[in-house]
C-alpha cells in the first residue's frame, strides 16, 4: 500500500504539486501526517462547473486514486459558495458538442467522486445549489458552515435531476422528503439541512468545519483499507453501474433537453430572475 | 398550456361539468383563479371501490391530465369515510370476469395518480382502509382528519397488497414502518399515522384540510410544470414500469387467488366479524 | 394447518425432541399453547457459525417450515455471547472445501430465515457481531438485553458483508446509517442498536425479553397465516431471489478472496489483536 510509507507520500505529494501547477482550478495539497488530501475547488468566482473545472476534478480524482489517497476533504477556495453547480451560462445557448462534453465529465466526476475507494468528506464553506450539492452529495459525510443554501434545485431551472443524482439524494435523506426536495427544487439552509440529514454536522468556522472532516476520516485508521473500499462499492455499486450502463444514453438525451428551446426559454428566465441575486447573498 | 388562459379553464371546467352529470360517482370542480381541481368521492355510502368507481376516477384522472390540470385534491362527500377499499361485496362469491376488469381498473388508477403529471394531494376526511389507503398514497401529500382510521389492513381480509402498493407504502414510511404494518395489517389512528409520516398534516376541519392542501399545491407556482413534472416521473417512473411490465400477469395471479376457496373462506369471515364494526365506528 | 390441532403440535414436539437428540448444538421447544418454537443455540462457547452448527440451524428452520410453526424465537443459550458469527478460526488457513460449504449453509440459513414463512424474533441475549448480528437481522423483530454489542463489523475483520446481508441492514436501519455502520464496521451498545433501529426493545433479562417476543408475536394471532407469509414473501422475495440467483458466483467469489494470502494476513492479526478481547467483555 504506497501510501503507508514515507517515501512514497513524499512521491505522491511531489506528483500532486506538479500537477496543481498544470491545472489550477483545483488546488490539492496531501497532509503527509494522516495522509489525507485536500482538494480545493477555485474557479473565480463560484466555482461554476464549467468543461475545465469538471475535466481538472475528474483528473484530480483520477490521481487519488491512482495513488492510494487514505482520504479527502472536498471544499472551495471561496468563502461565499462551495460550488454554484453547472455553469448555466455555458448551457445558455449552447455548443451542443461542449454541452455533451460537460455532461459526460460531469458523469464521471459522480463515478469516480461517489464511488472512489477511499472516504470523503465534503466541507461545504458556501452555497450549494444544484451541481455543488451534487459534489456534496458524492462525498460520505458533509460538515456545512452557517448561513449558506445546499439543495438540488433543478426543477425551479427546468429540468430534473438525473437519476443517480436522485439516487444518491435518497439514499441521503430517504424516499419520502426527497420527493418534497426534488419535486419543489428546495434549497435549505444549514440548519434545515442538517435536520433532515443532507449534512451531518455544522461548524462555526472552516477550520473547526476541517477538523470534524479529519474526525470523521480517522473513524477509518484502524480498518483495512481494502475492506473499506470493497465494503463501499457493495453498498454504492449498483447505482454507479446503473449510469455506467446509461451513460451514453443520458447524455444524449440531455443534450437534445437542453438545446430544445423550451428549456431554453425556461433557462433564459432563470438567469434573468435569479441567479445573480442567489449568489450575491 | 390550456389551463393557464381563462378561456381554457372556463372550457375544461364546463367540460367537467358535463362529464360529472354522466358519471356522479366523483364530483369534480376547478378553482378557476388557482387552476387547482377537487376530485370528491360520492358514492354511497362508503365510497366502496367497485368497477363503476374505479372506472370513473379512473376517466376523471385521463382527462384532468388531458386538460394539463394544475393540481389536484382527492377527497370525500362523505364525513366518516375517505374510501373503504376495495368492494368487499363484489371480491365476495365473485364473476370472475369482473373482478378481472376491477383488478385492472384498479392498477389503472394508481397509474394515473401515482404518476399524475401534475401535484396532488388527498383530504383524508374519514376512514381509510386497504384501498383507501391506496388512494391516499398515491397522492404526494395527505392531510387527514382526526378521529380516522388508515392503513393497509390487506393481511388482516386475507391477502397481500400488491407490490407496487408495498413500494409506494416502502417509499413514503420506509422499509421497516412498511413491513411492521403490512404483515400486521395495521390501521392507525390519525394522530399514529402524523408519526410515521404516513400522513403528512393533521387538520381539525374539512376546511382546513382543504387549505393546507392549497398551500402544499402553491409550493410548486413558481416550478416549470414540465421540469416539476419530469422529476416526478424520475422520482416514480421506475415503480410505474414495474406495474405495468407485470400488469396482465399480477390481473391473472389476483384473480386465480380471489376465487380460490381459501380466500373466499378468509373473506366471508371477515365479512361477518369485521366489516360493518370497522366502517360503522 | 398441522399446528393447529393438539395432536399435531404433540407430533411436531416428539419430532423436534428426536431431533434435537440427534443434533445438540440447536435445542429446539414448542409451546403446545401458543405454537411458538424457541430455537436455542448451544455450541460452546459462543455460537461460533462452523459449518456443523449452520447446517444444525438450517435443518432445524427446513422442519419449522415444514411443521407449520406459528412464530420461532431465536436465542442463546449462553449468557454472554447470542453468536460471535462465522467461526473465524475455521476461516484462518483454511480447507477450500470446507469454506465453500460453510458459505453456502450461511447463504441457506439467510434464506430460510429471512424468508420463513411464520414470524420471527431474535432475543438478543448476548453480544452478536457479524454472523450473529444476521441472524438477529434476519428475524422481523429484534429484542436485545443491556450491556451488549451488536454489529455487522466484516470491514473490522477484512472483509464486506455480502449484498443480502447489506440489504437486510439498510431495509432495516435505512440507507444512510447503514452506509455509515458498514463502512466502519460499527458494533453497537444495546442502547445505540435500539436508537437507529437495529434492534426493537430491550429487556433486563431474558425472561421479560422472551415475553416481549411474545408479545410481538401474538400480534398476529387474529391474521390468516396465508395473507401474512404472502405478505411476508412480498415484502422480503426481491433480496431472498436476487440471492438465490447469485449464490453459486458468491460462493466461489468469496471462497477466492478467503484463500487469498490478503485476507489471511488481516484475519490473522484481527485474531491476535480483537478477537479473544472482543469475547471476553
Request: glycine share 6%.
Amino acid at each position: 500500500m504506497a501510501f503507508r510509507t514515507a517515501r512514497n507520500l513524499a512521491y505522491f505529494s511531489n506528483y500532486i504539486r506538479n500537477y496543481s501547477t498544470n491545472g489550477p482550478l483545483v488546488n490539492v495539497t496531501v497532509n503527509e501526517k494522516s495522509g489525507f488530501a485536500t482538494a480545493t475547488l477555485q474557479r473565480p468566482s463560484v466555482n461554476s462547473l464549467n468543461l475545465e473545472l469538471l475535466t481538472e476534478i475528474s483528473h484530480t480524482l483520477q490521481q487519488l486514486e491512482k495513488n492510494k489517497c487514505r482520504g479527502l476533504i472536498l471544499t472551495s477556495a471561496s468563502n461565499k459558495v462551495f460550488s454554484a453547480g453547472l455553469d448555466l451560462f455555458e448551457l445558455h445557448k449552447p455548443n451542443a458538442d461542449k454541452i455533451k462534453q460537460m455532461w459526460s465529465t460531469l458523469q464521471e466526476v459522480w463515478i469516480k467522486l461517489y464511488g472512489s475507494s477511499y472516504p470523503t468528506v465534503a466541507v461545504v464553506n458556501g452555497h450549494a445549489p444544484a451541481g455543488g450539492c451534487m459534489l456534496a452529495l458524492s462525498c460520505e459525510y458533509r460538515v456545512m458552515l452557517n448561513n449558506f443554501i445546499i439543495g438540488l434545485n433543478e426543477a425551479q431551472i427546468g429540468f430534473s435531476a438525473p437519476m443517480w443524482l436522485i439516487d444518491g439524494m435518497r439514499n441521503t435523506i430517504g424516499s419520502r422528503q426527497a420527493e418534497f426536495a426534488l419535486t419543489a427544487g428546495t434549497l435549505f439552509k444549514t440548519e434545515e439541512a442538517l435536520k433532515i440529514g443532507l449534512v451531518d454536522e455544522v461548524a462555526q468556522s472552516k477550520e473547526e468545519a476541517i477538523e470534524k472532516a479529519e474526525k470523521f476520516l480517522n473513524k477509518f485508521a484502524k480498518i483495512p483499507p481494502h475492506a473499506r473500499s470493497m465494503t463501499k462499492a457493495a453498498l454504492r455499486g449498483a447505482n454507479i453501474q446503473a449510469l455506467v450502463r446509461n451513460k451514453d444514453e443520458e447524455v444524449r438525451s440531455y443534450v437534445d433537453f437542453v438545446t430544445d428551446s423550451q428549456f431554453q426559454d425556461s433557462l433564459g428566465e432563470f438567469i434573468e430572475l435569479n441567479l445573480k441575486q442567489k449568489l450575491s447573498k
